[in-house]
């Protein structure tokens, strides 16, 4: 081989290996772009799930956050408790503060329970002045949900109303063990506890109100 021939073969390498570098630095581009779309659109996806006057979940994307903290306590051999919390005679506060005021309630009790929100916390608004939080206790951890659920209730106790009046909340819990867990679906177990939350929260209601009531 000649020396003409093979500076054009080293010629011919270096360009390939330019040419390499360059498509290489193009495709790292093209990743960072991707990362930060995916971004994006997980961001927007997530300011939709969110109800825009209170920030929490909306009613099926906290079922959606509800059901793999069922399917996570399963595993776990964990608890999974729920809190369904509405605020008392809110009507009575629409109609006679006005519905600005009504807003504001609402969005005071989105903020103490987006304060709640963590790994093993859902919370989410399910309709009008009627909220929820599904948490993963752990086992034995029925009184740390009556702890929680206690927490909102005294934390809304301090919002204040236009003539100084406080709020307050009516609140109704439930747990379902390890042994629930595992003997049922997660579409089931969320019927079945929300059904005894609810009835809870019934029970606090017609107890005089301002109340935690856990499920029989």
Known sequence: MNTEH????????EGIRQLLSHLHGEISTLEVQYRQVLRVLENEREIHRRDELTGVHRRSSFFEN????IDGATLAGSEIGLILLDVDHFKRI???YGHP??????????????GFEAAGCAAGRLGGEEFALAVKLDPGGLSSLFDAAELVRKA???????????????????????DALAAGDAAGVQQ?????????????????????????
């Open 156 to 178: 809304l106790a301090e919002v204040a109303l236009p003539d100084g009046s406080t709020i307050t909340v009516s609140i109704g819990t439930a747990v379902a063990g390890a």
């Open 94 to 96: 629409n109609d006679f």
């Open 6 to 13: 093979l500076s054009g073969l080293q010629e011919n390498l």
């Open 192 to 216: 079945r506890l929300y059904e005894k939350a609810d009835e809870a929260l019934y029970r606090a209601k017609t107890g005089g109100r301002n109340r935690v009531v856990e499920a029989a």
């Open 66 to 69: 509800w059901g793999r903290l």
């Open 101 to 114: 005021a009504g807003d504001d309630v609402l969005r005071r009790l989105g903020e103490v329970l987006r």
